[in-house]
Nanobody, 119 residues
Framework: QVQLVDTGGGLVQAGGSLRLSCSAS????????MGWFRQAPGKEREIVAS????????YIADSVKGRFTVSRDNDKKTGYLQMKSLKPEDTAVYYC????????????WGRGTQVTVSS
């Protein structure tokens, strides 16, 4: 089993920055990918970013490309989502996730952290 804890959300003004963290415990060595998702009120959950658990091949969704970056620190078993130039439409609950085999399905989820961007 793997446990994920996602932290770092908060209230920020438009144009500001936040860095989300995702800490893994348990059998994290068996994982292949880490992903970041978000869900805004009344909307479906969408993927924001993903990266190989080893730290390679980052993917950023078009909606946040150029503003968000994804990274991992394997020594700390922690992943990060750096968010810059935040917009009110980025307001959502952000979740980190981990998979054992690729990105078609996600096996483990954090509880989510609220990001609110004020205009």
């Amino acid at each position: 089993q793997v446990q994920l804890v996602d932290t770092g959300g908060g209230l920020v003004q438009a144009g500001g920055s936040l860095r989300l963290s995702c800490s893994a415990s348990g059998r994290a060595d068996s994982l292949s990918h880490m992903g970041w998702f978000r869900q805004a009120p009344g909307k479906e959950r969408e993927i924001v970013a993903s990266i190989w658990w080893s730290g390679g091949m980052p993917y950023i969704a078009d909606s946040v490309k150029g503003r968000f970056t994804v990274s991992r620190d394997n020594d700390k078993k922690t992943g990060y989502l750096q968010m810059k130039s935040l917009k009110p439409e980025d307001t959502a609950v952000y979740y980190c996730a981990a998979s054992r085999f690729g990105t078609a399905g996600w096996d483990y989820w954090g509880r989510g952290t609220q990001v609110t961007v004020s205009s």
